[in-house]
């Protein structure tokens, strides 16, 4: 199992040009996340699917969109990039979320490095 | 007031050494609570979660809770150059409707030195 990949794994932007980034699971989850980490800010969600063909807003969307016309992709879209999309992005999967359970456990891709000059 | 806080470090300590790694939070609906070690470079991964206060311990590391003063611990004991990384607790409260809340700390650099 390849678990979470994400592409590309690198990437530099000019202010204002667009980009897809891909995350793709092989554990059946039903939940996947993107995350940004920026130093200092530790981990922010963008946006999260609950599972296919549903989204919602996290804690830092605006600039992003999402969508999930699979279940084991979640793309995350920057229409018109800025310098201060500048970060690692992550993508993580689960099986769920609930009070007390093993299924909140999150399955983090490898990251992407993007720069918007 | 952010709902989680956690000291970002950096920390610095010599091999072998007890390591205790900290969170504090103010939302008392959280229950289920997660630490996750992130190397340079890499996504996080867990490490251990616990749903109860008290200790529950996994090899060489203890993570603690205590529901009452809204306090979790991590605990490294005889502490090696390969814990080195970041580490970010996480914790889960449900928010209604059948939806919950995950939420992330900002992460403890932590360096073993040989």
């Known amino acids: 199992n390849a678990g979470v990949t994400q592409t590309p794994k690198f990437r530099v932007l000019k202010t204002g040009q667009s980009m897809t980034l891909l995350c793709a699971q092989d554990?059946?989850?039903?939940?996947m996340y993107w995350y940004r980490q920026d130093p200092g800010m530790g981990l922010r969600l963008i946006h999260y699917s609950v599972g296919e063909g549903t989204t919602a807003k996290g804690e830092v969307p605006d600039g992003y969109n999402v969508s999930r016309l699979k279940k084991q992709n979640f793309l995350l879209g920057l229409e018109s990039a800025a310098p201060s999309q500048t970060s690692v992005y992550f993508c993580?999967?689960?099986?769920?979320?609930?009070?007390?359970?093993?299924?909140?456990?999150?399955?983090f891709g490898p990251g992407t490095r993007l720069t918007v000059l | 007031q952010k709902e989680v806080e956690q000291d970002p470090g950096p920390l610095s300590v010599p091999e072998g050494a007890i390591v205790s790694l900290n969170c504090t939070y103010s939302?008392?609906?959280?229950?289920?609570f997660m630490w996750y070690r992130q190397y340079s470079r890499k996504g996080p991964e867990l490490l251990m979660y616990t749903y109860s206060s008290g200790n529950k311990e996994d090899g060489r590391f203890t993570a603690q809770v205590d529901k009452s003063s809204k306090y979790i611990s991590l605990f490294i004991r005889d502490s090696q150059p390969s814990d080195s990384a970041t580490y970010l607790c996480a914790m889960i409260a449900y928010s209604g409707a059948g939806s919950y809340q995950l939420t992330f700390g900002k992460g403890t650099k932590l360096s073993v030195i040989p």
């Open positions: 554990m059946n989850h039903e939940y």
């Open positions: 993580a999967s689960s099986y769920g979320l609930a009070e007390t359970s093993s299924y909140n456990e999150q399955f």
């Open positions: 939302n008392s609906a959280f229950q289920y």
